[in-house]
Structure formats: C-alpha cells, structure tokens
C-alpha cells in the first residue's frame, strides 16, 4: 500500500523470447483476445505518436466488465504505461505499467505493475480487485509466455476464415437478426437450446447447445461485445474439446445492394485432445480442417436464414 485506499503489486514472468518480440505481442491490443484468456475484445478509440486510447472488454472473477484506457508506449525502453479513464465498479482507479528487461540468452523479464483503489475505499470492493487482478495477471503472464515460447506450433494450430453473404435489405435488420440471439433457437435448427442475458448493454452472456452434422450436441458459452451497427465481436469461454480458443466476429457492411454480412472465426486446435477425438493417426492439419468444416457449416447456415428473414421482411 501507498497509502490508506491504494494498493501496489507487481507479478513477473521470464519468457524464453527476445525482449523486443515480447514487447510487439503487448503492444499490439488487437490481438490481446488470442493471446490473453480474460480478455473479450479490445478496440482502438484513437491513436497518436507514443500514446493511444482503447477500450477492453475482459472478464474478472468470472464477471464480463469493460473499460477504456490511456496508454503510452516507449518501444526503445520496452516500457508501456496504462490508466484506466472509465473504470467499472468495485474499481474506483486502475493504473499500471509493463516493463521488458532482458534476461540473457534470449530471454525476458516480464514485470507487470498495478496500482488500484476501491469505490469509497470499500474493504470488501479492495479484496475483490485484489483477487482479479492476481488471478488475471497470472493468467495473463502465463498465456503470454506459452504464446510467445510456443509460437511456431501455435502457427500450425491456429487458423482464422471467414464467411459472408450479400443480404437485398437494411443493414438494421441483419444486424439485428444476428444480435437477437435468444431467438435462435426458433429460427435456426442447429440451436437446440439458447440462453442470452444483457446486464450491461453492449456486453452479452451467451450459452448455446448446438448439433453437429453427425446429430450429436455440444455446449458453448461465449460472451458477446455488440457494437451496433457494424460490428458484433465474441470470445467462447466454454469450448468444444477440439479447441484451446475461439474468437470471432459478425460485421455488417452497407452497399449498393443492401449489406454484406460476415462471420469471421480464428481457432485454436488443442493438440492435447486430437487422438482422442478424431482418432490416434490424425494430424493438427486434419483436426483444423474438421474445426473450420464444423465452424463455417453452422456460419453458413446462420447466415443464410438471416438473409432469408431480412429479405422476406424487407419484401412484405
């Protein structure tokens, strides 16, 4: 403590990587979803020379939050300060800095500061902030590590595509086809079961049991960032066993013709559970062909019964 209301704490982290690589991963918050598990989605509110201003949407304690953020960067010390400019409850201030030394050898110090204060210097609202940001700090230096150490069978394991269709309607409608996702289950027969809640607006909790072409289901859990009218942004948090993650967009663009409506999927095999799934003998080629055939089946349907639905509304 610094003083009565506010905390001081570091964690760090040695990673098998040259200082500067590490530093570029931090750097660049829009792949923050696939590098960091907490982490939703992040977008970029503005940029200038050294500094930039993002907003992120990351869990904690198992709650989705979001908030927006400053932050200045010092590529030549490996230096990157933050502070939080909206904060959500129990958290009255956040800020922090990420410090890279080299280690020898290749490697990295990587030294995470935090310094917090609780709304009203609540005790209670202090222990909650403390438990988030250990655990999230934690977990960010360890998937930071394994990303980084791990990133050339990470490549052959990682895969991103894309879907998209050409909808004759208003764009409202399509984006409104795909936010109003309690309804899928009536309007789409891959859902089996949807369950949607919307605390906070914008931020959604989606938890679907879908079925595959084979009949057999499977549970999701995704939270949902809705950015309307163009951009719908998810991160699963429950998975299939074939993937250690799975992020993915829906994004709407206006044209002459109505809207092109697209899905976007980027996916992580979990190697670990290959053989189990598909059989001793398969490859992680094999096991990422099968993710995206399943993925981009369930895309292409959705996609087509919201063109159906917009240009039936559009044509009444």
């Known amino acids: 403590m ?14 098998d990587a040259p200082a500067d690589e590490v530093y570029r991963l931090i750097a660049e918050v829009v792949n923050w979803p696939q590098i960091f598990p907490p982490t939703i989605y992040v977008d970029q509110l503005e940029a200038g020379e050294g500094t930039e201003r993002i907003r992120i949407w990351a869990t904690a304690n198992g709650t989705a939050k979001n908030w927006t953020s400053r932050r200045v960067l010092d590529p030549v010390a490996r230096r990157i300060e933050f502070r ?43 222990a909650w902030i403390d438990q988030a940001v250990d655990r999230n700090s934690r977990s960010e230096l360890a998937a930071l590590k394994t990303n980084v150490e791990l990133a050339t069978a ?52 989606l938890e679907m049991e879908t079925r595959a072409k ?22 699963q948090v429950t998975l299939p066993k074939l993937m250690s993650l799975h992020t993915g967009r829906w994004t709407f663009e206006e044209n002459a013709d109505g809207v092109a409506v697209t899905s976007q999927h980027t996916i992580v095999v979990n190697t670990a559970n290959i053989a189990a799934v598909l059989g001793p003998d398969a490859t992680v080629v094999q096991a990422r062909d099968y993710v995206r ?24």
């Open 214 to 235: 084979d009949g057999s289901t499977h549970l999701t859990r995704s939270y949902r960032v809705t950015l309307p009218p163009s951009l719908i942004a998810y991160k």
């Open 2 to 15: 610094s003083d009565a209301g506010t905390r001081t704490v570091e964690h760090d982290i040695e990673i």
């Open 84 to 126: 939080q400019e909206v904060s959500a409850p129990p958290v009255a201030s956040m800020s922090g800095t990420w410090l890279l030394e080299p280690a020898g050898a290749g490697r990295t110090r990587v030294r995470l500061l935090h310094e917090y204060r609780a709304v009203d210097d609540d005790p209670e609202g202090l």
């Open 154 to 205: 990470a490549a052959e394991a990682t895969l991103s595509f894309e879907d998209t269709v050409q909808i004759n309607g208003p764009r409202k409608e399509a984006y409104d086809f795909i936010n109003e996702a309690h309804l899928w289950d009536q309007r789409l027969p891959h859902v089996a079961r949807v369950t949607l809640t919307e605390d906070t607006p914008g931020l959604q909790d």
């Open 293 to 316: 055939d399943a993925l981009s089946t369930n895309s292409r349907a959705t996609l087509g019964y919201a063109k159906e639905h917009v240009e039936k509304n559009a044509g009444s």
